[in-house]
């Protein structure tokens, strides 16, 4: 390698031409997508744009029309049903809202995966649970239920439990949703502290701006099925395309629809203009 050559990174995830279906709709439109080893990938775009259903292609979680995916290095299609279960235990999950089960204790939610997909003893099961709590400065609160935590808690014991069996990629669904602005930041700082101490990949999904340029090393913004561009914060913050700088800007979009396409959207017909949905 030369002085002027740099090594390419490594790709922990890598999407080619990914199309995806509901029903007659097209969601995705042949998206091409690499993550690299130890980023932070953060995934944005308007209301609609196909964020949520590429977060969940990109956890194994949905059927594509067509196109490729490997994920550590792995073709999804050509994994076996115990080969796919096995790739999966390394990869951790943080679901908006927190997904915790209210009738589990905050340390039971959080070790349920290793009872799942582990022999360990349940001791054993507890002290791994403990030591994740710390983690995420939720040390001492395991014997409690969700019921009685905060919101910024929650998400903070979602996080805990999405790394228990410390995956290689960890995935996060709207992180700061729904929380105050201070404890936005704090759980901003727990992703970027996550990944520092854990070494993992972090692919987040989120709306909010100043969460996005905080903690991302590259960003793709989707629209309409469509990457825009995917970029370092200050490559998207200068980009001359309209369509990003009116999300960036919070400008509204002059798109109208017909009733009658709305409606036909929601039922799978097809619409004519003019017409009533087929």
């Known amino acids: 390698m030369t002085q002027n ?4 990174p490594n790709s922990v995830i890598e999407v080619e031409n990914l199309v995806t279906h509901y029903g007659d709709r097209k969601i995705l439109n042949g998206i091409t997508l690499d993550v690299h080893e130890g980023e932070i990938m953060v995934i944005m775009g308007g209301s609609g744009s196909g964020k949520s259903t590429l977060l969940r292609h990109l956890m194994a979680l949905e059927t594509k029309t067509s196109g490729t995916m490997r994920i550590l290095g792995r073709d999804i299609d050509k994994l076996s049903a115990l080969e796919f279960v096995e790739l999966r235990k390394k990869l951790g ?10 009738s589990l204790t905050v340390g039971e939610n959080v070790m349920l ?47 805990a439990r999405a790394i228990i069996m410390d995956p290689k990629i960890l995935f996060c669904d709207e992180p700061s949703a729904g929380l105050d602005p201070a404890v936005a930041s704090a759980l901003d700082d727990l992703i970027l502290n996550l990944r520092e101490a854990m070494g993992m990949t972090i692919v987040v999904v989120t709306h909010e701006l100043e969460s ?5 090393d590259r960003i793709t913004v989707l629209d309409r099925g469509d990457i825009l561009m995917v970029g370092t914060v200050e490559e998207v913050r200068s980009s001359s ?24 959207r929601l039922t799978g017909e097809k619409f004519e203009a003019g017409s009533r949905p087929l």
Do not use: C
């Open 113 to 159: 995966p290793l009872y799942e997909h582990t022999d360990l003893e349940w001791s054993t099961m507890e002290i791994m649970a403990r030591m994740k709590l710390q983690v995420v400065e939720l040390g001492g609160f395991e014997d409690l239920t969700p019921a009685e935590l905060s919101g910024g808690m929650i998400k903070r014991a979602a996080f």
């Open 241 to 264: 395309n309209e369509r990003i700088y009116n999300l960036l800007n919070r400008v509204p979009e002059d798109d109208t629809m017909d009733p009658d396409e709305y409606l036909a």
């Open 5 to 8: 050559e740099q090594k390419s």
């Open 212 to 216: 996005a340029f905080k903690i991302a």
């Open 93 to 102: 999950v943080a679901f908006q809202g927190g997904a915790l089960f209210s």
